[in-house]
């Protein structure tokens, strides 16, 4: 093969000995030789077989073709200038004439083609001065090590927010890692054997991890996110991914912990770069916003529904108001002109007291319902019969039934003795089932009460079931899922007549819970109810009768004085004031009356000592309260004054206004609108019970 350039000049080795010389050695080298004259011309000496086919040619003849023979030439024409500046530079700064560039070339078949080229200045002889190049096709290995830059340049931007980054190579199985910024990964990393640029089977590796450190109700999500087939899976399908999971270290609280995947491909095969991130404080205030993002949802959906039942509520209090005021209106209009029908009269007034009594069970319910949802209410545990108790409910509902032509019967199973409980709470869960089963029952049903006791193992209390049966109108399906709500009504009164805002379910409902009980329903449509009211009572022995004797004695008594009695009023609204006077003069009671709590205490004060028997006290006024009124006159320092009955009559009903109004000085409470007979039969309790000196 001739590829020496045949123009050669003389020198001390003849032309055909230097030749010889050097082809014998460029021939027997790894790589592509060749030598390329260092003058201006830089017209090539000699090319070795590699270096021909480096460039695609199978002569020299048509590597001169495609270079003109020149160093140049051999340049891709965009780098030509930069090789020569790199070449000059190295040369002339360098050590032993020697320089390195890598550039591009332009091969026979067009195909450009990355070359490293290792040069040396020299003198040669029979050539003069010249550049010996050792050239071989790097573009392979650039192209392997381009992708490492990258990779590497991933790392490092990767590395900028995560602690610690490993390299994960799929085929092998190797982890090995990069950068281990964090303590608490770098222990770790330490911990299950894997020091910073030291390789591991990464699945021994993050299984260990995993079994050691990640909280165990994320491990199992975890292991399978770092399974080798999702790893392989999930990289086919994105470039990179996230997990998120906790992490606990040794008795630290648990560290969110966000470990992002990414694929890189590369010669070696399919790699995937794992970076770790400690996102405790980034989950914490997302946390935090989504609290108060869900809190403030919350309050506006409270806000909202607050809303809703304040305007259902106004609808169905202004009408269930405005039906029964109707009556007392309207039949108070009839009384007059009846004045002398003394039949007629009476069946006017009936209506009134009826549509009053319907009025006071409507504020009593909002009253109940207001503390039972504001958990307000305390229950007041006595001794009472279950027996006396459901036979003193019935009776409240027995002239109601025969005027339905119901059948209201009682039927019992309880032992003889009493029980722990609130008898009033208990009433009133049993009285609003009963009012409402003999009120949906049509003409000639029947309505059951029931009681029975079962025993709990193991426990002081027995199992008390109460159970309500009627045969009337029933439930809907849909209307039981709710019926326990406030203000529900299957069948409202705007439409069929029925009295009632729809709390009595409600009221049974939470007081059941309250007294640690349940209340459960069956019902289908046109067939009839069952309540069954299941409450845990402690049996007792002995003790005194609550709800029974005690209201007994409170409601009993003669509706007249016991004597010549004064009873000084204290009432600021003129028709209460005329309404309480006559009926205590009708009762034969000598009468006094103030309008304020302040002329009540200058009653006392002016009058001498044992002068009232009794003072009947309203609650709120405008200069004086009761409550002040009761504690000047307590204050007074006068042998009467510790006897002296004080009895708050006042439409603050709650059970703190009575315990406030014992507790200001006064001997008892009563709640308007009052009952007649309980009221007078208080009256004559408390004067009647007083201690006056001996004359």
């Known amino acids: 093969m001739d590829t020496w350039n045949e123009t050669v000049s003389a ?8 030749r ?30 590699a270096a021909l086919d480096i460039f695609g040619c199978d002569t020299a003849e048509q590597l001169r073709e495609l270079t003109g023979w020149t160093f140049p030439g051999m340049v891709h024409p965009e780098d ?31 195909a450009v083609r990355w070359v490293g080229d290792y040069g040396r200045f020299a003198l040669l002889p029979g050539y003069g001065q010249v550049y010996d190049v050792f050239i071989e096709d790097i573009t392979d290995s650039r192209r392997i090590r381009e992708e490492n830059r990258r990779a590497a340049l991933v790392i490092e931007g990767l590395s900028v927010d995560y602690a610690s980054i490993y390299l994960l190579d799929l085929e092998s199985g190797n982890m090995r890692p990069y950068r281990l ?21 990464w699945r021994q590796v993050l299984g260990a991890y995993a079994e050691r450190f990640v909280v165990p109700e994320d491990r199992e999500t975890f292991l399978r996110e770092v399974s080798a087939p999702r790893l392989r899976q999930r990289l086919r399908e994105e470039l990179s991914y996230s997990v998120n999971y906790r992490c606990r270290f040794e008795d630290a ?30 989950t914490r205030e997302i946390q935090r916003e989504m609290s108060e993002r869900l809190h403030t949802e919350l309050e506006l959906n409270k806000a909202r529904h607050l809303d809703e039942i304040k305007n259902q509520f106004l609808f169905h209090v202004s009408h269930d108001i405005r039906t029964p005021m109707n009556a007392v209106m309207g039949f108070t209009g009839l009384a007059r002109k009846h004045m002398d029908d003394p039949a ?24 109940d319902m207001s503390k039972l949802e504001n958990d307000s209410m ?34 019992t199973e309880l032992p003889e003795g009493q029980v722990l409980a609130d008898a009033h709470r208990l009433r009133r869960i049993l009285g609003n089932l009963l009012s409402n089963a003999v009120k949906f029952t049509p003409e000639g049903g029947s309505v059951t009460l029931s009681a029975r006791r079962e025993p709990l193992p193991d426990s002081p209390c027995d199992r008390y079931i109460f159970t309500v049966a009627d045969t009337g109108v029933g439930m809907t399906e849909e209307f039981m899922g709710r019926m326990f709500r406030a203000f529900e009504r299957e069948s409202s009164s705007t439409v069929a007549g029925t009295r009632g805002i729809g709390l009595g379910l409600s009221i049974v409902k939470h007081l059941a819970v309250l007294m640690g009980g349940s209340v459960t329903a069956e019902s289908r449509k046109g067939e009839g109810s069952v309540f069954t009211v299941v409450l845990p009572l402690q049996p007792v022995s002995g003790g005194t009768e609550s709800g029974g004797a005690a209201d007994a004695e409170e409601a009993g008594g003669e509706y007249r004085a016991l004597g010549d009695h004064r009873v000084l009023l204290v009432e600021d609204i003129e028709l209460n004031r005329m309404l309480a006077e006559t009926v205590l003069e009708e009762a034969g ?21 044992w002068y009232y028997d009794l003072i009947l006290m309203d609650i709120q006024m405008p200069v004086m309260d009761g409550y002040a009124a009761t504690r000047a006159i307590r204050g007074m320092d006068r042998e009467d004054i510790p006897s002296l009955p004080i009895i708050a009559l006042s439409a603050n009903a709650r059970e703190e206004d009575r315990r406030q109004s014992v507790e200001s000085g006064m001997n008892s409470h009563v709640a308007k609108p009052f009952d007649v007979a309980q009221l007078i039969a208080a009256i004559n309790s408390h004067i009647m019970g007083r201690e006056r000196p001996a004359l």
């Open 253 to 282: 609280e648990p560290a969110y912990v966000c470990m992002s995947v990414m694929g890189i491909e590369s010669d070696g095969g399919r790699r995937a770069v794992l970076g770790f991130r400690d996102v405790t404080q980034e």
């Open 11 to 18: 020198g001390d080795l003849t032309p055909e000995g230097a």
């Open 344 to 367: 007629h009269l009476r069946e006017d007034l009936d209506r009134v007291e009826e549509s009053g009594a319907q009025l006071l069970e409507l504020i009593d319910d909002l009253l």
């Open 589 to 609: 009671f000598r009468v006094e009356s103030v309008p304020d709590g302040s002329d009540a205490v200058e009653a006392v004060k002016n009058h001498p000592a």
């Open 80 to 110: 030509r200038a930069a090789v020569q500046s790199s070449i000059d530079t190295q040369i002339a700064g360098g050590e032993g004439n020697l320089d390195f560039v890598e550039y591009r070339i332009l091969r026979a078949d067009g």
């Open 181 to 201: 910024k964090n303590a608490f990964f770098h222990r770790i990393s330490r911990d299950i054997g894997l020091e910073e640029g030291q390789n591991a089977d």
């Open 378 to 411: 305390e229950l007041k545990l006595e001794p009472c019969s279950l027996q006396e108790q459901l036979r003193m409910t019935a009776e409240l509902f027995q002239a109601q039934a025969e005027a339905k032509k119901l059948r209201l019967t009682e039927h």
């Open 20 to 49: 010889f010389a050097l082809e014998w050695l460029a021939e027997r080298m790894p790589g592509g030789f060749f030598v390329y004259r260092a003058d201006f011309t830089q017209e090539l000496v000699y090319v070795n077989r």
